[in-house]
């Protein structure tokens, strides 16, 4: 299995799988097709399938040009049927996924939207708008308590599992984490990688669970450090896991 990283729109990225045995490949999350139809051509794979983990026109912009010139099949949440272009596959969780010789598993994710889903090859979790490195999407169309249950279902893989987010907001999402656990020495560093990969333009995806684990403000509810911060701000503010979690994610949504 190969994964390989394409910059999309602004601050994008899609993921071409490559089955290398079979020389075929899907695509996760194409915000747009010419450039994801050059690496295919680059990387002289033939193109069987999209992997969309959520109907955003940021994440499935690319379809309809892609399926101009290809039959694939179109992977979904089935929820989405009518809102993910040319979805042919409508999945839910525990769901088996083929590309060539490869399996992957589906696990379904609502909070960000409600049909949200990610898709787990080996330890390779591509993840969409649910986990981003250091942070998480915002609750458009799901709820704290969705969006917490599904960040504990993804904080219960493995730690090498290698987190592939949607975007690449990983610099700004550590600076806000900062704001909550500024003694999280972890968090420190991993703040000062991320800025010394940044100034050279250079991506901070992949991840780690892991290092998800120690350093993202959004899956450390159990931090006292956090805890003490918003109860300082929220005197009234109930201590447990959700609304720990939406306390967090009300923060980022000013900052």
């Known amino acids: 299995m190969k994964v390989v990283q ?19 490949a899907a695509i996760v999350d194409p915000s747009e097709s010419e450039p994801v139809l050059r690496r295919i051509e680059q990387e002289n794979v033939t193109l069987t399938a999209i992997l969309n ?33 040319g979805l042919t596959r409508g999945v839910e969780e525990g769901d088996d996924i083929t590309v060539g010789e490869l399996r992957g598993k589906v696990l379904f994710i609502p909070g960000h939207t409600t049909g949200h889903v990610a898709y787990l090859f080996d330890n390779n979790l591509f993840c969409g708008d649910t986990l981003f490195t250091a942070g998480c999407g915002r609750l458009f169309e799901g709820t704290a308590e969705q969006m917490q249950a599904s960040l504990k279902k993804l904080m219960a893989l493995p730690d090498e599992t290698k987190v592939y987010c949607g ?6 999402n550590l600076r806000f984490a900062m704001t909550l656990e500024p003694k999280n020495h972890k968090l420190v560093s991993r703040l000062e990688r991320v800025q010394a990969l940044r100034a050279r333009g250079l991506s901070t995806v992949p991840s780690t669970i892991e290092e998800e684990k120690h350093t993202n403000p959004f899956l450390r509810w159990e931090s006292k450090e956090i805890q003490a911060r918003l109860k300082n701000r929220t005197p009234d503010l109930r201590i447990d896991p959700v609304s720990v979690f939406a306390q967090v994610r009300k923060l980022k949504d000013a900052f």
């Open 6 to 24: 394409i910059p999309l729109l602004r601050d994008n990225y899609g993921y071409l799988i490559v089955c290398q045995k079979t020389n075929t």
């Open 53 to 85: 983990t959520h109907h955003h026109r940021d994440h499935t912009g690319g379809n309809e040009g892609l399926l101009a010139g290809n039959k694939l099949e179109v992977y979904g949440h089935k929820s989405d049927q009518g809102r993910i272009p």
């Open 167 to 172: 975007h690449e907001y990983t610099e700004s």
